[in-house]
């Protein structure tokens, strides 16, 4: 299975800072099939980023992603209050499809 | 509207089963597959399996393979997750979610999930 591992565990920034998040993988990811998403205490994960750099349908341009292979980048260019929230990533591309272990951006 | 509604919360005994529900609406349910997702409280995302509603082919996660069930019901629009011999650590949330290609794209909705506690 592939392991995806979230640096770091928990990110404190203040409003209007850049956030910029890392997601390895312990082997390629197929075709970078590569997912972030969001979550928020007591709500479902909102997908933000599909294919390691696509956003998904109103998703503010603040955020995108990058990276290829194994090693991922989600940076929310100029964080905004309702972005202090859990981010994931997510392979999607191999059976069993696997999920990070999460980065909190917290405000400073 | 395009959603994903989820039935209500269960409080169940270690050793019985479980059943959630997940009715779509705002978009052609068997062009998607219907996958569940669970969350431990205060813990990270566990992907369980998943079922294609146009034939009924699941795929599971190892883990569960034995103790899950995924089915449809495509003239109600509904996907359905049964987990039995439950133990204390399935108490979680239970995500559905739709995915449009196997292998090709994440899940790009989710309902609102169920919250399902196993204790004595």
């Known amino acids: 299975e592939i392991v995806l591992t979230q640096s770091p565990g928990t990110l404190s920034l203040s409003p209007g800072e850049r956030a910029t998040l890392s997601c390895r993988a312990s082997?390629?990811?197929?075709?970078?099939?590569l997912a972030w998403y969001q979550q928020k205490p007591g709500q479902a994960p909102r997908l933000l980023i599909s294919?390691?750099?696509s956003r998904a349908t109103g998703i503010p341009d603040r955020f995108s992603g990058s990276g290829s292979g194994t090693d991922f980048t989600l940076t929310i260019s100029r964080l905004e209050p309702e972005d202090f929230a859990v981010y994931y990533c997510?392979?999607?591309?191999?059976?069993?499809?696997?999920f990070g272990g999460g980065t909190k951006v917290e405000i400073k | 509207q395009v959603q994903l509604v989820q039935s209500g919360a269960e409080v169940k005994k270690p050793g019985a089963s479980v059943r959630i529900s997940c009715k779509a609406s705002?978009?052609?349910?068997?062009?998607?597959?219907a996958y569940w997702v669970r969350q431990a409280p205060g813990q990270g995302l566990e992907w369980v399996g998943g079922?294609?509603?146009?034939?009924?082919?699941?795929h599971y996660t190892q883990k569960f393979q034995g103790r899950v069930t995924m089915t449809t019901d495509t003239s109600i629009n509904t996907a359905y997750m049964e987990l039995s011999t439950l133990r204390s650590d399935d108490t979680a949330m239970y995500y559905c979610?739709?995915?449009?290609?196997?292998?090709?794209?994440?899940?790009?909705?989710w309902g609102h999930g169920t919250m399902v506690t196993v204790s004595s």
């Open positions: 997510q392979q999607y591309g191999t059976s069993p499809l696997t």
């Open positions: 082997q390629t990811i197929s075709s970078n099939y």
């Open positions: 979610t739709r995915v449009l290609r196997l292998l090709k794209d994440p899940f790009d909705l």
């Open positions: 294919g390691a750099s």
């Open positions: 079922v294609n509603p146009n034939n009924g082919v699941t």
């Open positions: 705002g978009y052609t349910f068997t062009a998607y597959h």
